[in-house]
T-cell receptor, first 113, second 114 residues
């Protein structure tokens, strides 16, 4: 089944403790992206990648890192999480052409206390 | 920069009512336009898309037409069902050097009552 898999689904952590949210896709998509969803703020793009070793900032990159060492994986790294990063995170992937819509993962609910 | 403005919600309708959710956009060039749907507790799913002016995207009874002259991509359905209750997002993807960047509207919550 074609899908984007994120892990974990739920995570509660403490301020300053480094964490990684994994994302993997099995569709051989070139483009991958991370979004955060917050009430009243909609969906905001954190980082995106157009291919292996090619990443760029989205609208809200501060406090996040990403890497794209393999085509299928695009982990999101929070080196020193803070409470304002409490959010619902989505990973998504699509084909290279801009006319392809994104396939989204099921989301990761992160709480930083 | 690019932006997407959606009709504010929430929207509450009775079953079999007509649905319109307005979406307008600002972008350089000719973006591709999308509607996504998010059911409770799930990720977003692509509902329909249009890639050039006057294209009509359709799926599951929903339709939207790419109107370049009014920079709009309004979502419509002739007869909604309770199962259509969800959050709907309008989005665009640019056709330029920032093609990896996609912009989403804030989402419109639809509740359909029996």
């Amino acid at each position: 089944e074609a899908q984007v898999t994120q892990n974990p689904r739920y995570l509660i952590t403490v301020t300053g403790k480094k964490l990684t949210v994994t994302c993997s896709q099995n569709m051989n998509h070139e483009y991958m992206s991370w979004y955060r969803q917050d009430p009243g703020l909609g969906l905001r793009q954190i980082y995106y990648s157009m291919n292996v070793e090619v990443t760029d900032k989205g609208d809200v990159p501060e406090g996040y890192k990403v890497s794209r060492k393999e085509k299928r994986n695009f982990p999101l790294i929070l080196e020193s999480p803070s409470p304002n990063q409490t959010s619902l995170y989505f990973c998504a992937s699509r084909t290279q052409g801009a006319d392809g819509g994104y396939t989204f993962g099921s989301g990761t609910r992160l709480t930083v206390v | 920069g690019d932006s997407v403005t959606q009709m504010e919600g929430p929207v509450t309708l009775s079953e079999e009512a007509f649905l319109t959710i307005n979406c307008t956009y600002t972008a350089t060039g000719y973006p591709s336009l999308f509607w996504y749907v998010q059911y409770p507790g799930e990720g977003l799913q692509l509902l329909l898309k249009a890639t050039k002016a006057d294209d009509k995207g359709s799926n599951k009874g929903f339709e939207a037409t790419y109107r370049k002259e009014t920079t709009s991509f309004h979502l419509e359905k002739g007869s909604v069902q309770v199962s259509d209750s969800a959050v709907y997002f309008c989005a665009l993807s640019a056709l330029n050097t920032n093609a990896g960047k996609s912009t989403f509207g804030d989402g419109t919550t639809l509740t359909v009552k029996p």
